[in-house]
């Protein structure tokens, strides 16, 4: 397999005493340090209603990253495609990939409305980000993945010929199957072959004890959201204080199977154990903390432990044919599927 490569899944976490304005502005403050670390992409998520995350308009989030950044690819995990037009979509990520050439993702997720008529939507995207769609066109259209946690979605994104990425921290069974369906089934004009990526919640601290703390913190937070209880993430000095109910330490045992955590060297062995299982060169991590800091600390010691290669940014960007800069990124053909 090849050298494993790292990205980001950022659902924009609002932690115990922290507001959303401030949960923002940390999103832009962990783009721009995983950029210098070497981190692959960057994907910011849709939420809405949630307390416990600040990000209800990833397109906006994704632009303001996009000018705070310079290679690193930015995108969506995603925009949850029947809540809207899809041209709308098209213009608005049409728009994003003619001012950030070669830079941008398109993640799509199929919550939010009725799933019935959601492949003719996604076709329909697809079609409206070709040439002779929606207006702008951009020259290097935005790679567009599908998000989901089922053979379905899989099966779907390789008849599309799209990206595709399974929500391990969703459901942590079944990755490999889907992502076989995926491979098997995917076609496409372009000539590109199947990747895939597994995204996987992660979290890591300078010590095992540490990171044991952090993942208490997260597990209550996820039992309390599955039993109604919708709110900020947890500190560690609340989760310490904390009663645990017979239903809380039901749910958090259900969800201790799709995290990892632990120590570094305990966490990269995991890690690489998962991308090999499901056959992929990418994991996208999801770190949620109550602290900031803590968020970012443990995507600097996955990113050591990875030896990621941080990229030279005195190094000239490549160019496209046109002239416009690709960000490190080949020039791709759009992908035009009938609707």
């Not at 996604?122 to 040439?131: I, K, P, S």
């Not at 929606?134 to 053979?151: F, S, T």
């Amino acid at each position: 397999m090849t050298k494993l490569r790292l990205s980001v899944l950022d659902q924009t976490p609002v932690g115990e005493d922290h507001t959303p304005d401030q949960a923002l502005r940390a999103s832009v403050d962990l783009a721009r340090a995983a950029e210098v670390l070497g981190y692959t992409r960057y994907w910011v998520a849709e939420h809405h209603d949630s307390p416990g995350f600040a990000s209800s308009a990833p397109e906006i989030l994704a632009g303001t990253l996009l000018a705070h950044t310079s290679r690193m690819r930015i995108g969506t995990g995603g925009v949850l495609l029947p809540r809207y037009d899809a041209a709308k979509v098209a213009e608005v990520f049409g728009v994003l990939a003619s001012l950030h050439p070669g830079r941008v993702d398109l993640g799509i997720g199929r919550a939010g409305g009725p799933a019935c008529d959601f492949p003719h939507r996604l076709a329909r995207l697809g079609a409206l980000l070709g040439e002779g769609g929606v207006v702008p066109y951009a020259p290097v259209p935005p790679q567009m993945w599908l998000l989901g946690a089922g053979r379905e979605s899989a099966r779907l994104a390789g008849m599309l010929g799209t990206e595709f990425a399974f929500g391990h921290f969703f459901s942590p069974t079944g990755g490999q199957e889907a992502l076989e369906d995926y491979r098997d089934r995917f076609r496409t004009s372009t000539g590109a072959r199947p990747g895939g990526a597994l995204a996987v919640r992660v979290v890591t601290a300078d010590s095992a004890g540490r990171a044991e703390e952090l993942a208490q913190s997260l597990l209550l937070w996820r039992a309390r959201k599955d039993l109604g209880e919708d709110g900020p993430l947890p500190s560690y000095e609340t989760t310490r204080r904390h009663r645990w109910t017979g239903a809380e330490l039901e749910r958090a045992k259900v969800h201790r199977t799709a995290l990892v955590s632990g120590a570094p060297e305990q966490v990269s062995a995991v890690l690489a154990a998962l991308a090999a299982s499901h056959g992929v060169d990418e994991l996208i991590i999801n770190t949620l903390t109550c602290d900031p800091a803590d968020r970012r600390r443990s995507y600097e010691l996955l990113a050591e432990a990875f030896t990621l290669q941080v990229p030279d940014p005195h190094a000239a960007a490549p160019m496209d044919a046109s002239g416009l800069a690709l960000q490190g990124q080949e020039r791709s053909r759009p992908q035009v599927w009938s609707a």
